[in-house]
């Protein structure tokens, strides 16, 4: 089975691809993941790639569809796979619907924005040792404190409200139009999130299934 998955900043994508992937046995295909591989490995679209990211420059569509293509021809993809960060808009789509594959089902993991900024700017890490923390749902045991190695915690950069704000708004005015583009192909069942990722796990795998 050929998945999408679609979802805003911080609405769980990530997780729901591994419990997919875990239940189909297919891969879950990253866009910044591969790009990274194609980077590593060499290939001429990697090397493209490559040529832009060292001026500073975002890595333009015809390359990102060309390293995505390549990586949807290899073996472990017969069976299926679950794209997570792409298409990310209408002209990346209709570039995947010119390749020679059939997408079965597109799930959007829908999330209000104001739990998705809850969610995220509560994030808490220790700036020694990496240990993450939430300050509703994972809190330390002493406030500002690692609970292993007793170092500051701080918020990141990209945890912080106004990023949060910019990067779903980004999101809305160029991701969330594939949602009717998707619809008018009859393969898009949207998911509920829900506090709890179990939760969120089972409708997803249901709508896979339905």
Known sequence: ????????????????????????????ISTGNIIREALKSGT?????????????????DEVVIGIV?????QDDCKNGFVLDGFPRT?????A??????????????HVPDEQIVA??????????????????????KVAGKCNFCGGALVQRTDDRPETVRARLKEYHTKTE????????Q?????????????DTSRLTLAAIEA
């Open 1 to 28: 089975m050929n998945l999408i998955l679609l979802g805003a900043p911080g609405a769980g994508k990530g997780t729901q691809a591994e419990t997919i992937c875990g239940r189909l046995h297919i891969p879950a």
């Open 44 to 60: 001429e679209m990697g090397k493209k790639a490559q040529s832009f990211m060292d001026k500073g420059e975002l890595v333009p």
């Open 69 to 73: 293509k390549d990586r949807l021809q």
């Open 90 to 94: 209408i002209p990346q789509a209709e």
């Open 96 to 109: 995947l619907d010119k390749m020679d594959v059939t997408i079965d089902k597109v799930i959007e993991i």
């Open 119 to 140: 969610r995220m700017s509560g994030r808490r890490v220790c700036a020694d040792c990496g240990a993450s923390y939430h300050m509703l749902y994972k809190k330390p």
């Open 177 to 184: 139009p594939l949602k009717d583009y998707y619809q008018k």
């Open 186 to 198: 009859g393969k898009l069942a949207v998911v509920e999130g829900q506090e709890e990722v179990a």
